[in-house]
């Protein structure tokens, strides 16, 4: 099994939104250890090498540090929705996850540039962890922008289109 930098990320910040008091995850020969217990150890006693994890949480396995590629995002995005016009309407993220166009590999996206939508009609799907959520306009228009590529990260609040309402 191949985990990724993003995977953990992403096991960290539900752990972290979750009320656990501790999480151990051991896949072959990879282990992680998270607990809000400062003194807490894993079964092995292995300690984190990387950059220290967040405040009142000590894990065995830190994640990658994404402070650069999230302040490149934070300014490119402040950039993107300064330039777009005041009544486009930006579809945001609902959640962290991975950002999907198209229902499978292989299929097309769920909407195209200039197509237009109904409240109802689905844009993307976002994953976590195998779970999928299913993203819809929530507005009658014309999608305008995809501010995201097919399979990247996205956070919270991450603009993913911009609708021109009708």
């Known amino acids: ?7 953990i990320a992403v096991l960290i910040e ?4 979750s009320t656990w008091d501790e999480l151990h995850l051991k896949i072959q020969d990879f282990e992680l ?18 950059a220290a994890p967040p405040a009142g949480l000590t894990a065995t396995v ?16 402040e950039e993107s929705a300064s330039s777009m016009p005041s009544h486009w309407l930006a579809v945001t993220a609902p959640n962290l996850g991975t950002f999907y166009r198209s229902p499978k590999p292989g299929s097309p996206p769920f909407v195209e540039l200039g197509q237009a939508v109904e409240p109802q009609t689905e844009l993307c799907l976002i ?4 779970l999928f959520t299913t993203l819809v306009a929530g507005v009658k228009g014309t999608v305008k922008r995809v501010c995201v590529q097919d399979a990247a990260m996205v ?7 911009y609708i021109e309402p009708a």
């Open 1 to 7: 099994m191949n985990i990724k930098p993003h995977d």
């Open 14 to 17: 539900l752990f972290e939104a």
């Open 33 to 50: 250890f998270l607990s809000t217990d400062p003194l807490a150890k894993s079964a092995s006693h292995a300690t984190a090498a990387a």
């Open 62 to 77: 830190a994640p990658p540090s994404r402070v650069a590629e999230r302040i490149a995002d934070a300014g490119s995005r």
């Open 127 to 130: 994953e976590v962890m195998k």
């Open 155 to 161: 956070e919270f609040g991450d603009i993913l289109f």
